[in-house]
T-cell receptor, first 118, second 116 residues
Framework: AQKVTQAQTEISVVEKEDVTLDCVYE???????LFWYKQPPSGELVFLIR??????QNEISGRYSWNFQKSTSSFNFTITASQVVDSAVYFC???????????????FGKGTKLSVKP | DTGVSQDPRHKITKRGQNVTFRCDPI?????LYWYRQTLGQGPEFLTY????????KSRLLSDRFSAERPKGSFSTLEIQRTEQGDSAMYLC??????????????FGEGSRLTVL
């Protein structure tokens, strides 16, 4: 069965520290998509990144980077030099196009609450 | 360009009452989704529309739930005979997709339902 596990419920860091949010997934399919979303205190989920299962290249966008490893079924997210504005709940999600999950049916993890203190 | 808007933002009701939530997606978006999020959990998919057609429904969407998108623009989610277990944040999202979804959904701020 498909599942997304975010083992870290809450993380607290001091500004400028680097922090990594872990995501482990389970899927039946060889073709799938992985996502990270950010949910700030206002509640509105914001799309951060989408990755397909055939692309294991790491990606960097400013202070954000993502490490996708199929061998360990992990898709981890690192924030470098964290800032107070990074405080939010971060969700990892999975979509499986070959099992009816192709149309916006994202399977979310429980999220990791990140608190960045000044 | 305005984002996805949801109304009301918070609804308190007594068990057994009916409630309706409205979602106005981003205007050029053809797909609209409803998700439910309970405290400490990630969002769970409920249903989605492409234009006015409801194309997929989760098993979570019991017979007491009905969603519509009559003109392919705004959508309503109605819950009949509410139960305490319905207490949750109801999230609406929209996207512009044809065929396989990119998964880049634009979410509203949600409508929080509290059933007493």
């Amino acid at each position: 069965a498909q599942k997304v596990t975010q083992a870290q419920t809450e993380i607290s860091v001091v500004e400028k520290e680097d922090v990594t949010l872990d995501c482990v997934y389970e899927t039946r399919d060889t073709t799938y998509y992985l996502f990270w979303y950010k949910q700030p205190p206002s509640g509105e989920l914001v799309f951060l990144i989408r990755r397909n299962s055939f692309d294991e290249q790491n990606e960097i966008s400013g202070r954000y980077s993502w490490n996708f490893q199929k061998s360990t079924s992990s898709f981890n997210f690192t924030i470098t030099a964290s800032q107070v504005v990074d405080s939010a709940v971060y969700f990892c999600a999975l979509s499986e196009p070959n099992y009816g999950g192709s149309q916006g049916n994202l399977i979310f993890g429980k999220g990791t609450k990140l608190s960045v203190k000044p | 360009d305005t984002g996805v808007s949801q109304d009301p933002r918070h609804k308190i009701t007594k068990r057994g009452q009916n409630v309706t939530f409205r979602c106005d997606p981003i205007s050029e978006h053809n797909r609209l989704y409803w998700y439910r999020q309970t405290l400490g959990q990630g969002p769970e998919f409920l249903t989605y529309f492409q234009n006015e057609a409801q194309l997929e429904k989760s098993r979570l969407l019991s017979d007491r739930f009905s969603a519509e998108r009559p003109k392919g623009s705004f959508s309503t989610l109605e819950i009949q005979r509410t139960e305490q277990g319905d207490s949750a944040m109801y999230l609406c999202a929209s996207s512009y997709d044809w065929g396989f979804s990119t998964g880049e959904l634009f979410f509203g701020e949600g409508s929080r339902l509290t059933v007493l």
